[in-house]
């Protein structure tokens, strides 16, 4: 079977390409057998049990809330879970986790410098391997996220009961499908550029607040095999992962995050033989004029 | 109803955003109902009537044999029709038409003059409105394409049975899902840089040629609420679209220029109120205290 | 001498590359000869002849207002000259003019349907050739811009003396040198997303409004040879023009949009020879081992 | 006053911006100052004493070689030194060093494990600050880039005396000027995709090899306030670095690289205050009708 990773490929009937066809075999993913999607929503879970009004605001802790908004609107096609800081020594992310993992969502703020490095050496490499992520508000300044940008990720900001209004500039894109032009957040954290993310591959939302200031809000990147969006709203200090559209929206993330890869493996360092498509010295390859296809 | 497009936005149960949720009533979109994709393959037909070894190769027509590469991949999930050049004042390609395409395909060579400037207006808008339009090979230099591009779209190239291969570089695309790593056409007419087009918003595949030619192969556009594909392979002198990696790439294609949108419009220019988002002078906005989330 | 436009390539001193140098011998450029760029500012100029008001505010025609701020900032760098619609039957962008001009700036609003699509069709294979364009505030609907686009370049506005803050998301873009962060407008049009153009190929500013609307406001684009840039400040009804920022951002803009390429030219379609990098099916190349460099 | 990367602002003459004019005061930038750019080229001088037919191949080092190409072309507008691993603790780029350089090039390749990680943080900070960086062919796997990639950054591989053919795509590319399209290299190792890396910002080249693969083989990106780019042909066991087109590349890549902004600095997180562009609950603004411009 020809395998778009390796480039290694095989002969079939013949021809010197194979094509998958509807049919992907022992292929599991999601796209292939139509199963659930796996999400594992990471919360830091620190301001949670720090913070009486924070507890309040979220009962279930702000990963219980983003969970319960995935699986409100995305029902039975999504199985959640969820993982926080002090779960266990890696954060409720063991490999095994990950590994069965479709898609992380992740959200801390007080404590990134907690998240051992092991865990995010091992969370970089699932997301090089196919798996989804999607950074929400202040996983920013996250480990993993830092170094998936390659940046300081830093910003401007102010917690000022800002109202945000989040407008769609890519109305096409599978994220913003159902989404308010613009969303209305009554209150939340302000977060304004400069924003030190390399540029996205794709600009989804742009945030304003109050003040006047602006965020690119919703913006996508692929990194390896994996799809990676940041989404801006949400804040402790607010009740936005109750709010109807931003629920869509990470709903609407889980989904576009999903890989459509067969099966899950890190980009490798290959070496192409000489018996391959080079012919060395003697090339000849496809213009021998006997080797014409037709002739 | 909060409607992305207008920028209009609705109150419902006193909060300023609507989010439309898995169930989208009047919808009649693709992605709402899981009907059919509704192809058209639009196809010049000039080579095919006027050169015999043409006709001979493509026996159903060129657009024939893009038509049933799309009909052997997708099966029950899409219905194909056929276009040409000369099957009405239309080409094919009536008001009618053209609202019920979910996406159009385009090949064009010996006759692009001869497509009525009406007509190219009329596919133009439809693709504005969301329709999308995959456009193969030699149509990189039809009215409709130069028309979205603004470009010249000029290349070099050479027809001299070369032997193209086709390289992903972006893996994780969905065009690019079943496709060999390379994807290996025996033959094939060349196409080289410069290709005198806009930076795409995604480059997928690259196609190299045994004279040592490079082409960017595959690129997705998007413009208004419309996607557009070009696949360079394809020549009426080569049996390309018999090529079981060729019809993977535009059957996949095909599926990802669906719009997901609920209804097919085109971006229109709109005054936005002062009573609506913009309070004048006396804002206040979310800013008034006694009107704050949890006061 | 080796031709990038045309693929053509010579032999010199047995290698079979050419570098130019930095002695461009009959280039006479703007970046070998280090002479003054040759601006044309485009004014529609019938606001300012209807209306009083802008009369006022302009006296000397809002294209008047924009060649002063080029004169003021480039000093002898720019040599800047005005064409308004009613200068003469080209609207002042005869064939000669174009073929002197480095940069064109072009606002429109009243009249972009008296602009004739004889000038509009020069002016674009000038753009396509290498000369630079600067599409300013309403001229996001004129021909040429929506020609260059292939989109309808639709938005949402409002003229109610909102605030404008324009935000630089490109901090090392030529562009945003010495540009305030934000800048300051006190008052302006509001033009507001969606706004339906192509994703640019740099994304340097983002302007909000009181109203809380967001706007693209500075993006760049490559069509042909030519670099285009839309910015967005700027209305008949404020006096915009001589906003120091604003100013700043158009000098900018000049500077960057000359090209550097040696001579104006539009891309073409062309033929490889056989006889050229392709060796036909005796292709030897740079495989025969007697040719190896150091053998 | 205005400071692009604090988001402060000062007041001049009463407006809340300052633009930044020709004059930029203290401000010792290349831009501003006119003087040389200060390079630093590295390399890894290990394959140099290792292997006799490599230092025979680079009498200097492979660093030698591309300095002396920088001088060749660059004359008095570069000064340029180089740095080896070996050099000292810091292999040649301490704090000092890098301080004073506007641009640094780097190749590695047999001991990319061997830099130390506290140089690798203190090149990477450089670049965030606004240092150049041009990262040579196996340079792809340094701890460097992979740091600014987030990525794999792997890739298909062979050393079978390939010919190199490499494409510009970006004819108006500053890199690009004065460049051969083709750029023939008789010999070189062979890259090929798929290259692990983000999509780049701009593509400026593609390269085909005798094989038949091809490598996105000039990127650019922008990390923080730096600007980065690959170049992918030059190994130690081709005379790469003498090829009269390559060293063209890299020369233009150095001034390219070079920061426009006034000083380096990293970016930072900021607050902004509620007395800033925020007015709190009694926000007023521009809105206030007795502060418009003109009444």
Redesign the interface.
Known sequence: M????T?D?GEEGG????????D?GADSSV?ATGRAIRVTVWGENVHERNEPEVAE?YPTGMHGAVAEGIEE?L?ERAVVRTATLDADADHGLSEEVLRETDVLTWWGHAAHDQVSDEVVERVHRHV?D?MGLIVLHSGH?SKIFT??????C?????S????E?V??????H?I?????????I??DE?Y?????V??P???VF?????????F?SGMT???????VFYFRPGDQD??TYF???V??VIANAVEWAV???PRRE?????????E??????D???????S????S
């Open positions: 020809t395998d778009m990773t480039g490929h021809r010197r390409f194979a094509v998958t066809g509807p992907r796209a605001r609107l029902g090089l196919g300044w170094k998936l940008m390659g940046t300081t830093t910003l401007r900001w102010r000022e009961h800002d109202r209004l407008w769609t500039v890519d109305p096409t599978p913003a499908q159902g989404v308010p032009h613009p969303m209305v009554d209150e302000m304004g550029e400069f924003f030190d390399p540029a591959d794709e600009l742009l945030s304003t607040f109050s003040g006047g200031e602006v690119r990147y692929k990194r390896g095999h994996g799809r607010y009740p709010h109807a559209g629920r869509r890989t459509l890869r890190t980009p490798v360092l290959l070496r192409h033989d000489t391959d498509f080079y012919r060395g010295f090339y000849t390859g496809a213009l021998d004029p080797a014409r296809v037709g």
